[in-house]
């Protein structure tokens, strides 16, 4: 029961709140459509404002920031204030950190960056310029192999022990027909043919 009494009064409560959003939305629309028919001086003149361009350093601009006061005189008022301070004309960007530097809360422990302090990225630079420069020299001289190549040995032509004597075409030695005489056919004694005859007769033929 508790449970259902709770919800119940919690959707009162959204309830109530939303109407209250939506009645201020309305007010608010209701008051720029008013003020948009005015000119700044008007404004500034129903609101008793003095003109943001006559401000100076020192002056109080809050009393631009309330809700009655339109946004085109909220710019003009921040504006001026942007120009008459030198602290926001003039934004450093190490501000952004409201004087913690470190930003611990969000740093790694134990970070390691090039960054150095009064030389910036320098060293990193130069390690990359050292390390094309040496990258260059090797280009231009390269390393002979470790393992140098095997000289091949070829054996040393030794001088021919014999001694080189000029060749002369030697004239063709004469038979000598009386020494060396031709043997002599040996030649196959005449044969004789024999002739076979019914009547037996032997005819001799030379």
């Not at 629309?29 to 500034?44: H, N, S, V």
């Amino acid at each position: 029961m508790s449970d259902f009494w709770s919800r119940r009064r919690a959707a009162v409560e959204a309830e109530a709140e939303t109407d209250a959003q939506l009645e201020a939305a309305a007010t608010v629309a209701a008051r720029e459509a008013e003020q948009a028919d005015k000119t700044d001086e008007e404004l500034l003149a129903e609101l008793d404002l003095p003109d943001p361009e006559s401000l100076g350093a020192g002056d109080d601009f809050t009393v631009f920031l309330k809700d009655a006061v339109p946004p085109r005189l909220k710019t003009r008022a921040l504006r001026r204030l942007w120009g008459t301070n030198p602290l926001l004309a003039n934004i450093d960007g190490l501000v952004d950190y409201g004087e913690d530097f470190t930003d611990a809360a969000l740093a790694v422990e134990n970070i390691q960056t090039a960054y150095q302090v009064g030389k910036g990225m320098t060293a990193h630079v130069e390690e990359l310029a050292r390390q094309a420069e040496l990258e260059a020299q090797e280009a231009e001289n390269p390393e002979p192999d470790d393992q140098p190549n095997e000289e091949i040995e070829t054996p040393e032509e030794t001088p021919d022990e014999t001694p080189v004597v000029a060749l002369t075409e030697a004239p063709a030695p004469q038979e000598d027909l009386t020494l060396q005489a031709e043997p002599e056919a040996d030649f196959a004694p005449p044969r004789r043919m024999r002739f076979a005859f019914d009547a037996d007769v032997e005819v001799e033929a030379i």
